[in-house]
């Protein structure tokens, strides 16, 4: 068999003492690892900041004789030694927990297949929450010792920059990304040619190249297919994420269903089991009935084998929100394919058809949900809702039966804590805190750490974030084409002493970014009343095509730049994981305001609360489960509403009375006579107290490996028969 090479790209001249540095980049470990990235920001701060954090781009670009007086740095030296004990120690542990708790399994193997991972701001390669969450998860998989590899696309244009005129409208810009500046492998032959795979695609073959990205000790691979023998067309398969043109999105679909299934046999990895994240890769059940009907199974046979050790994580509480491809469209990618299975054309279609009101649809969903035993929504009122949603597909259940549980989502938790707030807890909580973070008792600590010290590090953040706007509006100010209304809009005026919130994620419809300005008269006078003043920080990108999210966008930025807001309404554009850090860190209260129960989960909530922000939030997704009364605020009720304007204008009275009557008051008047908001800190530190295990991905992944892989692992080896029938 072929041999394939992963030699790490030799890039760097650097000095002998420090001649590690070059392969730091190329394991993405130093992306949660505080002091890993000082090795690079303490060298030259300002560059590394202005190049995205990105370690590639910095060490090729820094200047030789600042490297040389590293060598003479014995700070710089002993953070050198001690980061790459700490490194060489994660890569050789033998005492992980998985490995610990099942070592029955510990030769087992999972895939993780998702069409977007939001691993760091220096790989733009993910478009929201989705990606950000696969990200997490193979952090934490690594963290955890998972056996699990990666499969995904490298978009080679990345995610648009946003850019928003004076008018307030989003445009997008989009670069080439320069792999050879990135933390990513090349894949490589004994011939130094790429390892390629390809695909059948109608009238023709498609090539992909692969690149990797270690994770840790988790590999991803990333599938590409930007090279010559394939035609223009092609090449720009995998140039953008969630194209809107149908062919491309089954194109692409097809790339990562069955041409990862082929990736990850070229490198050798034979995984017990598959987890697909979301619909988008469904199509590697095809391929892997396809490999076993070429092996002499029938189809049925098949297809229980392939059931037993696949798992589907749904994501899309809305039926039309959902990933489906019209009949024809499927005819044509396909009618090659399914005699391949030995099906005809109507057995193959039944396979995911999803009869709707606007026709008969080929849904992804439907297929894994067919072809998986092992099925999960992402949080517990999500759960409910993908029960009652796919319920059809078990006629004789009753909805409580059918077979969809939840896994709640989580964050990473070094990905997204501020280090402060890590080094004040390794002082109160021990200074193994992070060994041990799902575990509720440790977290009763918290209330140890005196509301002085907690307090000081939340200002310290808030002024971070401030900064951050202010840096961020000075550059776009030097470029010299910016209007100045947009330089306030973007944040001048922010005051450390005033009460903050933050919003910031996809504009969506159905997030509502424009729900708080619902009443304008009322927003206004609260956040310019002058003995408790309010500001908001906006921040999010709309999908290029869609349009309605562009004008909330809109809707929002007009107001900002209106002088009647005084600069107290803010728009960070080009909102990234970089910002995000900023702001969950950096904000007094996150404000999330789905349309519910549209939001399957939230993640930046969770981003927020284990930084002691507070969640003034809808009670939708995961703010369901984790609103106890005390930890944060709720936005309108448990209520499903039939009539969404109705809806609106009751969640808005809801937003704007809590805000008013308790939120505003709670931050200013509740003040110890050191000026500490007593009442306010009690409620960060039982924010932090009941949400940092509970929506960590520790919790999470370790969820995921008894709930769903350790049955599947199980299940690949026993066969599992339960199926859905219709
Ligand atoms: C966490 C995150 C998201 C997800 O935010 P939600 O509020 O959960 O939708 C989106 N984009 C970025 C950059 C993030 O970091």
Excluded: C
């Excluded at 760097?12 to 920001?41: D, K």
């Excluded at 590293?70 to 980061?83: A, G, H």
């Amino acid at each position: 068999m072929q041999k394939y090479k992963r030699d790490l790209p030799n890039n760097f001249s650097l000095p002998r003492r420090i001649i590690r540095l070059g392969e730091l980049p190329y394991n993405l470990w130093w992306a949660w690892n505080p002091e890993a990235q000082r090795l690079f920001s303490h060298i030259n701060k300002t560059l590394w900041e202005e190049l995205n954090h990105n370690p590639v781009l910095f060490l090729k670009t820094v200047d030789r004789y600042l490297l040389n007086a590293m060598t003479n740095d014995r700070f710089y030296l002993e953070l050198y030694d001690r980061v790459f004990a700490k490194f060489d120690a994660y890569l050789k542990s033998e005492n992980t927990w998985f490995g610990v708790a099942y070592p029955a399994h510990k030769n087992n193997l999972a895939a993780y297949f998702s069409f977007e991972f939001g691993l760091h701001e220096s790989l733009p390669v993910y478009a929201g929450g989705l990606g950000v969450l696969s990200g997490d998860h193979l952090k934490e998989a690594s963290d955890l010792g998972i056996p699990l590899v990666g499969v995904g696309f490298i978009y080679t244009e990345g995610y648009f920059t946003q850019h928003i005129t004076e008018d307030g409208w989003q445009e997008t810009r989009t670069t080439h990304l320069a792999l050879n500046n990135m933390p990513v492998i090349p894949v490589l032959d004994e011939s130094n040619q790429p390892a390629r795979i390809h695909v059948e695609l109608p009238g023709r073959q498609v090539v992909a190249r692969i690149w990797q990205i270690q994770v840790g000790r988790v590999p991803l691979y990333l599938l590409d297919t930007n090279i010559e023998d394939n035609s223009e067309g092609d090449r720009q398969l995998t140039a953008r994420l969630y194209s809107n043109d149908p062919e491309v999105r089954i194109s692409q679909e097809i790339l990562l269903g069955v041409g990862g299934v082929r990736a990850l046999r070229l490198l050798g990895y034979n995984p017990d089991i598959w987890h697909m994240n979301e619909g988008h890769s469904a199509f590697l059940l095809l391929e892997r009935a396809r490999e076993l009907v070429a092996e002499g199974l029938a189809f049925q046979e098949a297809t229980e084998r392939i059931r037993s050790d696949s798992i589907f994580t749904t994501h899309t509480p809305v039926p039309a929100g959902n990933d489906q491809f019209p009949l024809w469209l499927v005819e044509k990618y396909f009618s090659q394919f399914w005699p391949q299975l030995k099906l005809n054309r109507d057995e193959f279609i039944a396979l995911a058809l999803h009869t709707q009101s606007w026709g008969d649809m080929f849904s992804m969903p439907v297929l894994a949900l067919r072809l998986s035993n092992h099925r999960n929504a992402v949080s517990e009122l999500h759960g409910q809702v993908s029960r009652k949603m796919w319920q059809f597909l078990w006629p004789g259940l009753e909805v409580e039966n059918v077979p969809i549980t939840h896994v709640t989502n989580g964050v990473h938790t070094t990905t997204w804590m501020a280090h402060r707030l890590g080094l004040l807890f390794d002082r109160h909580l021990g200074a193994d805190w992070l060994e041990r973070l799902d575990n509720p008792d440790l977290w009763t600590g918290i209330d140890q750490i005196p509301d002085g010290e907690l307090w000081a590090v939340r200002q310290h953040l808030k002024q971070k974030l401030f900064n951050f706007a202010n840096e961020r509006a000075r550059k776009q100010w030097l470029m010299g084409d910016t209007h100045p209304v947009q330089i306030v809009a973007s944040g001048v005026l922010l005051e450390p002493e005033s009460l903050t919130i933050g919003f910031a994620r996809r504009f969506a419809t159905y997030k509502r970014g424009n729900l708080i300005l619902s009443d304008l008269e009322r927003l206004l006078r609260i956040i310019n009343n002058p003995q408790m003043p309010v500001q908001i920080i906006f921040a999010g990108k709309s999908h290029p095509a869609d349009e309605p999210g562009k004008l909330i966008i809109q809707q929002v930025y007009r107001l900002v730049k209106d002088h009647n807001s005084g600069g107290r309404l803010v728009f960070i554009e080009d909102y990234d994981m970089n910002m995000a850090r900023y702001l969950v860190q950096g904000v007094d209260v996150w404000l999330n305001t789905p349309r519910r129960p549209n939001e399957a989960s939230g993640t930046s909530g969770m981003k927020a609360a284990i930084n002691g922000v507070l969640n003034f939030s809808i009670l939708d997704g995961w703010w369901h489960e984790a609103y106890n009364g005390r930890n944060g605020w709720a936005i309108g009720s448990d209520k499903d509403y039939e009539n969404s304007s109705q809806q609106d204008a009751a969640d808005a009275a809801s937003l704007y009375d809590t805000l008013e009557k308790e939120i505003i008051p709670l931050y200013y008047y509740e003040r110890s006579s050191s000026g500490l908001p007593t009442e306010w800190i009690a409620r960060m530190k039982e924010s932090i107290r009941t949400l940092a295990p509970q929506f960590s991905t520790r919790r999470m992944v370790k969820e995921y490996i008894s709930q769903l892989y350790v049955p599947a692992f199980l299940g690949s080896e026993a066969g599992n028969k339960s199926e859905p029938k219709g």
